[in-house]
């Protein structure tokens, strides 16, 4: 490892790093704009020039590799002389707008040019003006505020695997563009936002709106899909303004999806605040009281075998409890979490779990994805998984649609079939998966969601059994979730007990007459009018697709609004803290279903959040360990069977709108139009 000096002391420090590294290692701040450690270096906007002996000039930090030997200096009058005038030249053309700039306050540029900056500005000539850019329905452009740092272009090429950004002309005629003024397509172009220094990129929904030191910030845990993304919840007063990705290096690194980030709006709009009975044919506002009795009255002699539970999409462990313990009180023995038909048993850990972990994809040389588009269910997966491909050359290969994942992927058909070859070893991919050292096979909610998916779970454990994927220091099969609520719905058991009936013949029985009451949990991705003959009891927080069917409406809380639990699709337990509280008469989705139970007369003794997390540790111990990982023993799982000749699909056919949060969020139904459906922005087709 080579020594070298910095500010008079000496360090040893790995080879190969630059010498910016070598001094945030010795802890020395080194100011920035254009580098950023996820990033390829540019090293262009100059503001990391540091000392070194030798050299007759100042070095850019970010680019240089260190030497044994080599002798740094950053706080010299020569480095302090060459900062300033760095700064000099890029205020030379940035607007003095900070009073009405949405970066005021957690502006780069504002605060390294209160700390190395010069005090005052000799240029007097006007400042240049550059014409502002549409990127789309998400991303505010103020373009004479950029400083040409290319971290947005360099994060859509990289990262992301869109290229849709560039720079234009040279010198004083340089501009950011995205060539064609179009939306950005890509799914995670939000992160330009945090990664801009200066004001140059904002959101578009939150501009204008609100100053960071009036936000309050609460840590928490995104439930758009199944990763479990870190977030910080910022809210003025009882209202989110806004949501921005925290630094978790095992899930999201730190990225969120648009979906994360700017569906909050969703919360406000088509809101449940009030309990509700249907009276005469038509929904009526009620209190507690009168809800509860409508239950009461209609559960009435109704045996066990008569009443369902299906869960939706976004329920937290927490409510779940509730709902095993009160199924379990009224002997109800259909219950189930799985509403698009998944045909996972939820008694054998390792079939529902991604297993090799989502920094573990990094390690993998080869990957087989089975019915699934990780790009729309998983897009910050789908980002590890091209960031493999870049640095390490992992090789993929799909089974199921086509469909662009911003990296190259060896398609190998849609039939099922194909993968009993593979498991026959006939097909050629059987010789690939034995000649890679870690082979990865990821299986999606498409592959499982069919009559035929338990065949398929068992043809992917043959794989797995056959080509090594599961060693004592690797198990490289895993499953793909693109529902927060599925992974702990399984972990908690919350499938037909015996005897008991799926989603599928829960409907199936209300429209025979044989389930006269069902109880949804936000469960809106089923056909609620086949429903209709039955007393339906919907606990949720929007009024989307299943509540104008119900008898009986119960407000809920939304995830932003109650400290509750989710499981991602690793199987780790996180927490998701209060942020805001419930609108109007809505309370959290446990308290609900405990008040129902005694309402009943079948009392669940859950009195308090700290009891009901305890049950839920008893159900299953893995769940206790918050932010962690528990192993699953590997087990044979699926059941052997014919597979039919029908493609796999994704069960995600609009990346912006797949929940009830999501579709009354206007910001995405305007994604969705523009980006997906290209139909013209509001401001064009206003001109037009």
């Not at 993968?419 to 026959?424: G, K, Q, R």
């Not at 609620?528 to 949720?540: E, M, Q």
């Amino acid at each position: 490892m080579p020594k070298v000096t910095i500010n008079g002391r000496e360090y040893e420090v790995p080879a190969g790093i630059t010498v910016f590294q070598a001094c945030e290692l010795a802890g020395i701040e080194i100011p920035h704009f254009c580098y950023h450690p996820r990033l390829n270096i540019a090293g262009n906007c100059r503001m990391c020039l540091v000392e070194v002996e030798k050299s007759p000039k100042p070095v850019a930090s970010c680019a240089m590799p260190v030497m044994d030997g080599m002798v740094i200096r950053t706080d010299t009058p020569m480095v302090h002389k060459a900062r300033r005038g760095v700064l000099e030249f890029l205020l030379i053309n940035h607007p003095l707008d900070c009073p009405i700039c949405d970066q005021g306050g957690e502006c780069d540029l504002q605060d390294l040019t209160l700390f190395y900056g010069p005090d005052h500005s000799r240029y007097r000539e006007n400042k240049r003006a550059v014409a502002d850019k549409y990127l789309g329905p998400l991303i505010s452009t103020h373009m004479t505020r950029c400083i040409h740092c290319t971290r947005c272009i360099r994060f859509l090429t990289e990262v992301a695997g869109v290229p849709e950004l560039g720079g234009i002309n040279r010198g004083e005629h340089m501009e950011i563009t995205n060539y064609i003024e179009r939306a950005l397509t890509s799914e995670l172009q939000g992160n330009i936002i945090d990664l801009c220094p200066v004001g140059a990129l904002n959101s578009k929904p939150y501009e204008y709106r609100a100053r960071t030191w009036e936000l309050r910030k609460t840590e928490s845990v995104d439930v758009m899909d199944a990763v479990g993304s870190a977030i910080r919840v910022d809210s003025r007063g009882n209202e989110v303004m806004r949501i921005l990705p925290r630094l978790h290096e095992e899930v999201n690194e730190e990225w969120i999806s648009d979906r994360t980030r700017f569906a909050y709006d969703g919360l406000k709009y088509r809101r449940l605040d009030v309990p509700m009975v249907r009276r005469a044919g038509r929904l009526e506002e009620a209190d507690w009281r009168e809800a509860f009795r409508a239950i009461r009255d209609r559960l009435a002699g109704v045996p066990g075998e008569r009443v369902a539970f299906i869960i939706g999409d976004l329920a937290c462990l927490e409510s779940m409890v509730l709902v095993r313990e009160l199924a379990a009180r009224l002997e109800c023995p259909h219950v189930d979490s799985r509403q698009l038909g998944e045909r996972l048993s939820g008694r054998v850990r390792v079939e529902h779990l991604f297993n090799p972990t989502i920094a573990g994809i990094e390690r993998a040389d080869l990957c087989l994805l089975v019915g699934t588009n990780p790009r729309w269910e998983a897009p910050l997966v789908n980002a590890r998984l091209r960031k493999a491909w870049r640095l390490s050359g992992l090789e993929v290969a799909r089974l199921g649609c086509p469909f662009d994942l911003t990296y190259p992927v060896d398609h190998l058909g849609d039939s099922p079939t194909i993968l009993e070859a593979i498991a026959d070893g006939s097909h050629p991919f059987a010789r690939r998966l034995e000649k890679a050292e870690r082979p990865l096979l990821i299986l999606g909610t498409g592959a499982v969601a069919r009559p035929d998916g338990a065949a398929i779970l068992h043809l992917a454990w043959r794989i797995a059994e056959r080509y090594g994927l599961v060693r004592d220091d690797w198990t490289g099969y895993g499953f793909l979730h693109h529902a927060a609520a599925r992974p702990g719905a399984l972990e908690l058991g919350l499938v037909p007990a015996e005897g008991g009936r799926d989603v599928a013949a829960i409907l199936e029985g209300a429209e025979r007459g044989e389930i006269e009451v069902v109880f949804l949990l936000g469960a809106d991705e089923i056909d609620a009018t086949r429903l209709d003959g039955a007393f339906l009891v919907y606990l949720g927080t929007h009024g989307d697709r299943a509540a104008p069917h119900a008898d009986v409406i119960l407000p809920g809380a939304a995830y932003t609004e109650k400290n509750a639990t989710w499981v991602n699709t690793e199987g780790r337990p996180q927490r998701g803290r209060l942020a805001v509280f419930p609108p109007g008469e809505a309370r959290e989705d446990w308290k609900i279903l405990r008040a129902l139970s005694e309402a009943l007369g079948r009392t669940v003794p859950l009195d308090n959040l700290g009891q009901v997390r305890a049950r839920m540790a008893e159900i299953n111990p893995a769940l206790s360990l918050v932010d962690a990982i528990s192993p699953a023993a590997w087990e044979p799982f699926g059941s052997p069977g014919p597979v039919q000749d029908e493609p796999f699909v994704s069960p995600i056919r609009d990346f912006y709108l797949t929940n009830p949060i999501t579709r009354a969020s206007r910001t995405m139904q305007r994604c969705s139009r523009e980006i997906l459906h290209g139909e013209p922005a509001a401001e064009e087709a206003e001109v037009a």
